[in-house]
């Protein structure tokens, strides 16, 4: 786990908890399908009811390597949908970015493990022991997929990788600028992975792991 500068931006979706993005029924799970370069269907599993198949209209949700563990994700729990799941993890980089800046650390709690929210408090108490004030702005998500997945007995773990377009700058006691810039936006990658214990009762998907992405 790397130490992070996130960014941070005023939109939709911060009155939500994880759980009511990530862990949300939506009334039309769907079985996992391939992409469009797979088109090959991914068979049900051996015992399972035969479900209707559908299609992911959006191919590119998930990278080629991360089709196995989805599958097993979905037939431990046929309630994980995928696309669903991809929406939800947006809002939430977007939740925890606004927490870390604004230095929330009660709802960075709710939101992540024990040592992805250690490693944001750490940052936090520097910055205020600088006096330093974070003034971010998430211009856009350009982009969001799913980069691996896999589940190890009834722990599902799914990463996703975020390209995104910051405008970041830190401000002093006085509100001075001390670096950044708000009118300059920066690309950056993270690579953040989301954990949840299949068919728990908590539906809380949870962030247990950050890292820049390549």
Known sequence: MVGIILL???AGFLALRLYSVLGKRTGHEQTFVAPADHANSVPIVAGEEARPQVVIENSNVFEPS???GIRAIIA???NFDVARFIEGSKAAYRMILEAYWRG???ELAELTDEDVRQSFAASIAERK??????DNRLVQIEKAIISAASLDGKVAQVTVRFDADIAAVTRDADNHVVAGSLSDAVPTH???TFTRT???LDPNWI?????ESA
């Open 190 to 192: 993270d690579a953040w």
């Open 66 to 68: 991360a089709a196995a």
């Open 104 to 106: 929330d650390e009660a």
């Open 76 to 78: 431990a729990d046929n």
């Open 8 to 10: 941070a931006m005023v």
């Open 198 to 200: 299949v068919r728990a």
């Open 207 to 211: 962030l247990t792991d950050t890292d």
């Open 129 to 134: 022991a600088a006096g330093h004030v974070l």
